[in-house]
């Protein structure tokens, strides 16, 4: 039996296996999918392989660490700078990127997107970025500090602090701000000014009213939350998992049922 997880801190919140097990029973595999809690990413290495598992997803705060503890790094992977998936063959470890092509999968329906401003400056910040730039979409990444904005030093990029545009097509908050402290991610006076000058929003966190989106509502500015993003890249690491490459439809069913049980 091919036993599964997801990584992350928090983690508790997360409707992975929900949506992998209800893919796997459907299809008739033999495997199972859990959650487990790290409390340190130096962790992370000696946990996936001491636990035995055949596959992993890697959430927020891991994505970075997950790349750097792989033995191979997919192309994707690489470029972006992050994995959010790992493959573990013969005590190696596989890392791949499915986020970037979950998030465009997401915001399919969001028309005539020229300029993006990301919040943020994480792992899933960096392959939205690649994710955009590879539409054609100007984009400029904004953080509250700079040491991380060291690593896009192939788009634009600001502190919050001296963010001068104010006008974006759509304004992505790529933090976790709204998920571990309930906070937005910048101040609100900025963020007011950014939303309602923008077309959309989209928040990457999932499963709860974030101050973000409350803030979104305030304004009447159209927005999406993280949900299909985490549905798309989940089947395409469902896909990476199983070496499965007919099913992308029923693997998206049968995950999309899970999604919307109760």
């Known amino acids: 039996m091919k036993i599964l997880a997801v990584f992350g801190k928090p983690i508790s919140h997360s409707k992975s296996p929900r949506m992998h097990n209800n893919a796997i029973k459907s299809l008739g595999l033999d495997a199972f999918y859990t959650r487990y809690l790290l409390q340190d990413e130096r962790d ?6 001491s636990l035995n598992i055949s596959g ?5 705060p891991f994505k970075n660490e997950a790349l750097r503890i792989a033995d191979y790094k997919d192309d994707m992977a690489l470029k972006i700078g992050s994995a959010n998936t790992l493959i573990i063959k013969n005590k190696k470890i596989f890392a791949y990127n499915t986020d970037a092509l979950g998030f465009l999968q997401s915001i399919s329906e969001f028309k005539d997107i020229k300029k993006a401003l990301i919040l943020g400056a994480g792992g899933t910040a960096k ?28 788009c634009k990029s600001s502190l919050y602090s001296n963010l001068d545009e104010t006008s974006f097509d759509i304004v992505i908050n790529s933090t976790s701000a709204s998920l571990t402290d309930k906070t937005l991610p910048c101040n609100e006076n900025l963020l007011t000014k950014l939303l309602k000058n923008s077309k959309y929003a989209f928040d990457v966190i999932y499963g709860e009213k974030t101050p973000f989106i ?3 509502e305030k304004l009447n500015t159209p927005y999406k939350d993280g949900l299909e993003m985490l549905l798309w890249q989940g089947v395409f690491a469902f896909e990476l998992f199983f070496d499965i490459k007919d099913k992308t439809e029923s693997i998206k069913k049968y995950m999309l049922e899970a999604l919307r049980l109760k």
């Open 44 to 49: 992370l290495k000696d946990k996936i392989l």
């Open 56 to 60: 992993a997803n890697i959430t927020l």
């Open 127 to 154: 392959a939205i970025v690649f994710a955009l730039m590879d539409k054609k979409i100007e984009v400029l990444v904004a953080n509250r500090s700079q040491e991380r904005l060291k690593d896009f030093n192939f």
């Open 214 to 216: 409350r803030l979104c």
